[in-house]
C-alpha cells in the first residue's frame, strides 16, 4: 500500500486524530510520510494505513439489505470516523435507492440521484429505518430481494478458497463484527440453483 496524495482525509477520519496532530502533517507530502523514520510521521502512516484498511474492509464485507424496493440498508459500527464514506460509496453503486448504514447508537444515509449526494447522519439505525419505512409507505414484504441477496451472498462460498489463517488476518473478528458479517460454513460446493431449488 501507499500512501495516497489525499493521506490528511484519511489522517481526519482516524478515531484518534486530534487538532495539533493534522496541522503538523499539513506540513508533509505523501513522499515524506512514506519515507520518514521520524516516531510522529511514522504514527501518522500507521493511522492513515488503518483507516484506509477499515475502508476497504468495510466496503467488501458490509451486506446490504432492501427494505422495500427504495432503501438498502445494512448494520456497520466502524472505529474509525468513516461512516459516511462508505455509505456514499454504496449509494454511488445503487443509483436512486436510499442506503442506510448503522448500529444501535448511529447511522449513515446516503442517496445519490442527478450527479449528487444528499446525505444524513441520525440516531440509531431501527429509529431512521422506521422513519423511512413510514415516510416511504414501505413494508418489508413488497419484495423478495433480500432473499435474493442472500442466495447469492451464500453462493458464493467456495470451499478450495477457504484460507481461514489469510482471511483472519485480513479480516480480524471486530472488522466482521462491524460490518456484520454472517458467515457461511461448509456449505460444500453449493451454487445459486442449489438455493433456489430448496
Not at 414484504?141 to 478450495?160: G, T
Not at 478458497?161 to 483472519?168: E, G, I, P, Q, S
Request: include cysteine.
Amino acid at each position: 500500500m501507499k500512501i495516497p496524495d489525499n493521506f490528511l482525509y484519511y489522517l481526519s477520519l482516524h478515531e484518534d486524530c486530534n487538532g495539533r496532530l493534522l496541522a503538523r502533517a499539513e506540513d508533509l507530502t505523501a513522499g515524506d510520510v512514506e519515507v520518514s523514520q521520524h516516531p510522529e510521521v511514522a504514527r501518522i502512516k500507521r493511522m492513515v494505513y488503518a483507516v484506509m484498511a477499515e475502508s476497504h474492509r468495510m466496503k467488501a464485507f458490509v451486506r446490504l439489505s432492501f427494505l422495500g424496493t427504495s432503501v438498502l440498508y445494512g448494520f456497520f459500527k466502524p472505529r474509525h470516523k468513516i461512516g459516511e464514506q462508505i455509505c456514499d460509496h454504496f449509494a454511488r453503486r445503487n443509483v436512486g435507492i436510499i442506503v442506510v448504514l448503522g448500529n444501535g447508537s448511529e447511522s449513515w444515509i446516503s442517496l445519490f440521484r442527478e450527479g449528487r449526494i444528499w446525505r444524513d447522519h441520525s440516531g440509531g439505525m431501527a429509529e431512521t429505518l422506521e422513519k423511512l419505512k413510514s415516510a416511504l409507505h414501505c413494508t418489508e414484504d413488497e419484495s423478495n430481494v433480500e432473499s435474493l441477496w442472500q442466495v447469492y451472498y451464500d453462493s458464493q462460498y467456495c470451499p478450495e478458497r477457504k484460507n481461514l489463517v489469510a482471511f483472519r488476518r485480513h479480516m480480524p473478528r471486530r472488522d466482521q463484527e462491524a460490518a456484520g458479517l454472517r458467515l457461511v460454513q461448509n456449505k460444500k460446493n453449493a451454487t445459486l440453483e442449489d438455493f433456489l431449488s430448496d
